[in-house]
């Protein structure tokens, strides 16, 4: 069993930047690839990007890739979402995930372990 927790949610504005973490506890993080995924209201949950359980491979929406980054510290069983350039667009609950993969999925219905979410509000 996986538990997550994300930190870091906030407001900011437009073309700023702000960090996301997520700590997980429980097993061992380094086994598991993580993804996150954002929800806006009204909206489906979408994915924003994902990391392999190496740090070499990160993925990324085509709406996030350039401005976002995903890093992870196993020794400190965290993953990290660095988010720049920030948009209205960007606001929504954003969502931690771990899944025993080896490729990271890019559907949320392939991951195991949920966090509870941190809202982001990006002020135009």
């Known amino acids: 069993q996986v538990q997550l927790a994300e930190s870091g949610g906030g407001l900011v504005q437009a073309g700023g930047s702000l960090t996301l973490s997520c700590a997980a506890s429980?097993?061992?993080?380094?086994?598991?690839?993580m993804g996150w995924f954002r929800q806006a209201p009204g909206k489906e949950r979408e994915f924003v990007g994902s990391i392999r359980r190496s740090s070499i491979s990160a993925y990324y929406a085509d709406s996030v890739k350039g401005r976002f980054t995903i890093s992870r510290d196993n020794a400190k069983n965290t993953v990290y979402l660095q988010m720049n350039s920030l948009k209205s667009e960007d606001t929504a609950v954003y969502y931690c995930?771990?899944?025993?993969?080896?490729?990271?999925?890019?559907?949320?219905?392939?991951?195991?372990?949920w966090g509870q979410g941190t809202q982001v509000t990006v002020s135009s």
């Open positions: 429980g097993r061992t993080f380094s086994i598991f690839v």
């Open positions: 995930a771990a899944a025993a993969a080896t490729i990271p999925p890019v559907s949320s219905d392939n991951y195991d372990y």
